[in-house]
């Protein structure tokens, strides 16, 4: 996104670290979208227009010979969704951050399929099935850096994963997590136009779920890869959640997708998903996702829409559900 405004200020520095105000400075930019969206005949779509617009505040400036940058994203004004990230940049020994839900270790390749639009899984009663993330990106530190061409994300949560303001602290009970991602690109095994990526992490249930006697420890994996080939991409992906213990449903999923680019311009993508949900003691039940996109980009303005299609939905026998959607948005 293009820069909207910029303007300097000072930034007292000893709120940071002990140290005396520094000069920083602050940019603002956004995008607005606006959509029109069908569901299927179970559901009541009513007005099925809607608007979101999402600003992004970021400032960063020199303390004590380090950069620490800021992150405001107001993500949708009407839903009073927002997330910010502070981190601290040390050169060559990575930057560590906190991050209230900008995306850390794991969740940053929860679903890496290629795409023209939107994932399979938007706007679907059910978006999570398959998608792996023990730390998730709320509440969690956050440490990333580069060796030797390898990208590493990694996040650990004590306690809750819900966003907190300063003083605060999360139930008694809550079980605490740690997750990494490692990505890199086919320089490496001398194969242009591939990425690859594998994650694993583990997350404690907690003393409360124990007690319960609902599920142990989970544990998440994940690997995907794509390749990029003239205008074609194409990508594949496989994930487990292994919950443990008594009681727990563990979830085994594929997905693969090719993204089509006909021009500069356009875009088409294809993708499916298959996620089996191992239900203790009961019969399995597979998930069924399906979804098409189209994307034309002209400048700042995107118009884009994708058919999204699901049955057994959350591991629920023939729940199914689907949505159709066409998005117009502005960058600025």
């Not at 949708?76 to 050169?91: K, W, Y």
């Not at 099935?129 to 530190?141: D, L, P, Q, Y």
């Amino acid at each position: 996104m293009n820069n909207f405004k910029k303007v300097g200020f000072t930034a007292l520095a000893g709120s940071l670290a002990m140290a005396s105000a520094n000069a920083a400075e602050m940019s603002v930019s956004g995008a607005t979208l606006l959509t029109y969206t069908s569901e299927d005949q179970t559901e009541t779509t009513g007005n099925p227009f809607g608007m979101k617009t999402n600003l992004a505040f970021s400032a960063s400036g020199d303390v004590n010979g380090y950069t620490v940058s800021y992150l405001q994203v107001s993500k949708d004004q009407f839903a009073g969704m927002s997330s910010a990230r502070l981190s601290v940049d040390m050169g060559d020994m990575g930057t560590i951050a906190f991050d209230q839900g900008s995306g850390s270790g794991l969740a940053t390749i929860d679903d890496k399929t290629p795409t023209a639009a939107e994932e399979i899984w938007d706007g679907l009663d059910t978006t999570t099935s398959g998608r792996v993330g023990t730390a998730g990106s709320t509440g969690v530190f956050n440490y990333v850096n580069s060796f030797s061409g390898v990208n590493l994300n990694a996040a650990v949560r004590a306690g809750s994963g819900t966003a907190q303001s300063d003083g605060s602290s999360s139930g008694d009970g809550e079980g605490s997590a740690w997750d990494f991602a490692l990505t890199t690109d086919g320089s490496m095994l001398g194969i242009d136009g591939l990425s690859i990526g594998v994650g694993y992490g583990e997350a404690e249930a907690g003393s409360a779920a124990e007690t319960a006697g609902t599920n142990g420890d989970t544990t998440n994996l994940t690997g995907f890869a794509n390749y990029s080939f003239g205008p074609m991409t194409v990508g594949y992906q496989q994930s487990t959640e292994d919950t443990g213990g008594n009681g727990g449903t563990s979830e085994y999923s594929s997905r693969w997708g090719v993204a089509f680019n006909i021009n500069e311009n356009l875009s088409v993508s294809y993708g499916e998903a298959e996620t089996e949900f191992a239900n203790p003691g009961a019969a399995h039940v597979t998930e069924d996702l399906e979804g098409i996109a189209i994307a034309y980009t002209m400048g700042s303005m995107k118009i884009a829409g994708n058919r999204n299609e699901g049955s057994n939905m959350g591991g629920t026998a023939g729940d199914g559900d689907s949505m159709t959607e066409i998005a117009l948005s502005f960058a600025f």
